[in-house]
Each structure stands twice: as C-alpha cells, then as structure tokens.
C-alpha cells in the first residue's frame, strides 16, 4: 500500500474549470486510512483536504479552498497513483466542484510527486 505521509504533489496537467495550477502545492499527510492535506499557491491562496486512502492506494476525498480573488470553493476528488521508474507517485484525479457557479462541473488533473 501506499504511503502519502509527507509527500509534496504539483500539478503537471489540468483540465476543466479548475483553480489548481503548475504553481500550487500539495502537502498530503495520512494516519492509518485517513487523508489529510494542504495545498496553495497559483490562483489558490489556501486549501485542504480531508479524505480516504484505498487498499489500493486510491483517494477519495473532499477540498475546499479559496482563490486569491476570495472565492471559496469546494467539491470532490476520486485520484488514481501510478508508481513511476525513479518510485515517485503519478496522481490522476477526476474531480467536481460542489458549491458555487461551478456546481456539478467536472474536470481531471495530473500531479505529480516533487
């Protein structure tokens, strides 16, 4: 199983109406099956996260954050890892916003482990 406690991730590809960027920050942290994490930076001036760590090192979670224009938005992330050769983790993420304008608009993101 996968181990996400005190991994960094980075966005290397987003499409959809998403507010991450190549600048934002994630800082994942994990106790036993539990998810939790941080992330800033590009459009984003502060989120977290909160969700469940798979078996099979799938994520299902919750985020919420707010833009540097004073948004606040939240929704859903189901992430997919994918080892690489040099062991760092590949995240494919399908999300939907679940507040605001956005509501119901879904996207995909690739990060990756920094």
Same mark, same amino acid.
């Given at each position: 199983m996968i181990h996400y406690g005190e991994r %960094?991730? &980075?966005a290397v590809r987003t499409e959809g109406d998403g507010d991450v960027g190549g600048d934002t920050v994630f800082r994942y942290d994990q106790r036993d099956q539990i998810l939790i994490g941080t992330y800033s930076g590009g459009d984003v001036e502060y989120?977290? %996260?909160l969700? &469940?760590?798979? @078996?099979d090192g799938c994520l299902d979670f919750l985020? /919420? /954050?707010m833009t540097k224009s004073g @948004? %606040? &938005?939240s929704g859903r992330c189901e992430s997919r890892p994918e080892v690489l050769p040099s062991? &760092?983790?590949r995240l494919h993420e399908r999300w939907e916003w679940t507040t605001g304008s956005g509501k119901g608009r879904r996207g995909?993101?690739?990060l990756e482990e920094v």
């Open positions: %960094l991730f &980075r989120g977290s %996260l969700g &469940r760590v798979e @078996a985020y /919420h /954050h @948004a %606040l &938005r062991g &760092r983790i995909t993101s690739v």
